[in-house]
């Protein structure tokens, strides 16, 4: 009954979050789909390929394309070779792209403004640890998470646990440090 309600629940939000970013993105002219692609694109100073980025967005390839062909008419993003695929191409943001990113809210935003500090440290958790096993499950694209990161150490390999700890910047995590979307992650190498 509770997993019936929460499921409700989460698609009542979802259709909300939606419908904010089309209202958001008319303005802009944008759909939530090339908004997102915009979000996804953000930090990326290499891009995205195609394919990723169709997987980043849990959309097909062909809806991925038809927006970043809109985009790159409407200048927010870039078509570049990808040097490690002479087939292949990578797409990011251009510097309208980047100033674009400042007018377009995320649909997700007035549902966190609404919740205590306490509370989104309690989501924040509940997201992270959700991603992490639909990730691990092959349901989800990787994401860029301080927990799939090759800086990142847990708090079960510490000889002192406590807390985590990133090697990148040399320090203790606390949970509500753990990134969802970090920039400067590094995909873990995979242990035989």
């Not at 209202?23 to 759909?31: N, S, V, Y």
């Not at 100073?45 to 809109?70: C, F, I, M």
């Not at 959700?130 to 990142?152: D, E, K, N, S, W």
Request: charged share 25%.
């Amino acid at each position: 009954m509770i997993r019936d309600q929460l499921i409700f629940g989460l698609g009542r939000l979802s259709a909300l979050a939606r419908q904010q970013e089309w209202r958001a993105g008319e303005d802009a002219g944008l759909t939530p789909t090339q908004g997102d692609a915009l979000r996804l694109l953000q930090g990326r100073t290499e891009g995205l390929r195609l394919n990723q980025l169709a997987a980043q967005l849990s959309v097909r390839p062909s809806t991925a394309s038809d927006a970043v062909s809109a985009l790159v008419a409407k200048g927010l993003v870039k078509r570049l070779p990808d040097p490690e695929n002479a087939r292949a191409v990578r797409v990011s943001l251009t510097k309208a792209g980047h100033e674009m990113l400042g007018t377009v809210p995320d649909g997700h935003s007035s549902m966190v403004a609404v919740l205590s500090d306490a509370e989104v440290e309690v989501m924040h958790r509940f997201v992270l640890q959700t991603i992490t096993r639909l990730q691990q499950a092959g349901q989800i694209a990787p994401q860029r998470m301080c927990v799939t990161c090759r800086y990142f150490v847990p708090e079960s390999e510490l000889e002192q646990p406590g807390r985590a700890y990133c090697n990148l910047i040399q320090a203790p995590l606390e949970p509500v440090d753990l990134r969802i979307n970090c920039p400067e992650h590094e995909e873990k190498a995979e242990r035989s």
